[in-house]
């Protein structure tokens, strides 16, 4: 018996130690993010990942900052660079969460990522799996307030592209700020609902 309790402590110990590194990790992440320090992030989201093969968020936030970082790029072979490896990531986080609507939005936005480079070499193919992502993602979470917001900025970007007006799409920016002040997230590391961007969306979208 004392063998066993011996045991189970043991086994407590190092579950909460490694748990305890992990939270740690994340934090240090993130907290180089929020510093702007980009590639440091990006690659201490990765060792996460690799270290915690099995947690879907590790891969989608190192996925995210490759993303973001692709907006704006001029050299089409670091642009693909980005997100090749960003990709990667995605599929990491995909195989530990199946149908998770934040990976689809962030699939969506990868995909944006490519047009926006290039909308005549890359849209004809993406835009329609864009539209799929965003359709399933919203069947999944309709109230999820980052679905919301993430549909309603690709539309705004459609109709800015075909020379159409974005105010249709301003009263689901608004139900996003809502659904976003009103959620409660209780998982850590969870992605969270940026009130203060979507904001700014919403004044561009009354223009």
Known sequence: MKKL????????????????????????????????????ASQLFERIMKAEPKKWKPAYYAATIEILGSFGLKDEAILKAKLTKAQEFLDV???????????????????????AFDGQKYGMTLSGKNAQLY????????????VI????????GAAKFFG?????????????????KEEKIEEEFYPKFMESRALEVLKQCEK
């Open 149 to 156: 917001m993430s549909n309603a900025e690709w539309n705004m």
């Open 93 to 115: 986080a995909k195989s530990n969460s199946e149908n998770n609507p934040e990976i689809l939005i962030t699939q969506a936005l990868l995909n944006t990522g490519y047009i």
């Open 164 to 180: 159409k007006s974005t105010k249709p799409y301003c009263d689901e920016i608004k139900k996003a700020i809502k659904l976003g």
């Open 5 to 40: 309790i011996l045991l189970f402590a043991v086994i407590f110990t190092v579950t909460i130690s490694a748990q305890l590194k992990y939270q740690n990790g994340m934090k240090k992440a993130f907290s180089h993010w929020e510093k702007g320090e980009m590639v440091k």
């Open 135 to 146: 359709a399933k993602a919203l069947v999944i979470a309709p109230n999820n307030p980052r």
